[in-house]
């Protein structure tokens, strides 16, 4: 049984740090990309980082400059590294592995239970 699980998550104050980790077990076919999105009240789900297998990285525009994204492959683990932290990035933050199966040459995503982040002002 695939599990992701997330932590990390928690209240700051504006302009803090925080690292948010997920870290996959169960997984049996090769993971292509990592990637971070989070979804705010009564706001649609969205990406904020994403990594390939590569090492290549994409940015939400608004946290360009502040957060960074990175991966340890041996680990099954991505991490999300955010900085400078603003109320605006209040938000339930869930990680995504998207996962290439051979057998039907087809992408499949799995999600974390997502983890709660708040920004005070």
């Known amino acids: 049984q695939v599990q992701l699980v997330e932590s990390g998550g928690g209240l700051v104050q504006a302009g803090g740090s925080l690292r948010l980790s997920c870290t996959a077990s169960?997984?049996?076919?090769?993971?292509?990309?990592m990637a971070w999105y989070r979804q705010a009240p009564e706001k649609q789900r969205e990406l904020v980082a994403a990594i390939s297998s590569g090492d290549s990285t994409n940015y939400l525009d608004s946290v360009k400059g502040r957060f960074t994204i990175s991966r340890d492959n041996a680990k099954n683990t991505v991490y999300l590294q955010m900085n400078s932290l603003k109320p605006e990035d209040t938000a339930v933050y869930y990680c995504?592995?998207?996962?290439?199966?051979?057998?039907?040459?087809?992408?499949?995503?799995?999600w974390g239970q997502g983890t709660q982040v708040t920004v005070s002002s």
């Open positions: 169960g997984i049996r076919f090769s993971i292509t990309a």
């Open positions: 995504n592995f998207e996962v290439y199966r051979a057998y039907s040459a087809s992408k499949y995503d799995y």
